[in-house]
């Protein structure tokens, strides 16, 4: 497969994503404050969503980010455990080096969003287990992350009950 197709590929896929979650894009926020990544969410209420996360802190041409379709495997509003595939780009590589690939590697999210203060449920704490492969296998990171995420969408929800 050429360089080219694998490029066609991903931009089909964050266009697909970006246009299947627009609808409710941007209504979860997090920041893994360790790894210095901000997350910007679709509704992680809902048994799929999707994650779109950007890596901080670091030089401009690399600059990694992720697309992570995002799968709830359970409904319990005190934690949730999702599952997902991660697909890293780098869009900024090619200032530095024409032959960059567009395309980094894959990685398997697992991790849950736990909500344990009733009082304020819509900030939520995040604990991720993610192995990374770079895109020709050759090498893997086995990653973890922990940080804190704020629900947008679960603070309309509690505005909307009746007390």
Known sequence: MTKRKIKLRIHFLCAVLLISGAKSFGQSIGYFPFNSLLTVS?????????????????????????????FNLNKNNKGRFYLGPGFTFNPFGFIEDADVNLFEGYSLN????????????????????????????????????????????????????PH
């Open 42 to 70: 679709t509704n992680p209420e809902q048994v799929l969503w999707a994650d779109f996360r950007f890596q901080t802190n670091s030089y401009f041409t690399s600059l990694s980010t992720e697309v992570a379709p995002i």
């Open 110 to 161: 697992f991790g849950v969003r736990s909500a344990p203060l009733e009082k304020l449920p819509q900030l939520q704490f995040a604990f991720e287990v993610s192995p990374f492969a770079a895109q020709s296998f050759d090498y893997g990171i086995f990653r973890t992350r922990m940080g804190v995420a704020y629900n947008f969408s679960r603070h309309r929800k509690m505005k909307r009950q």
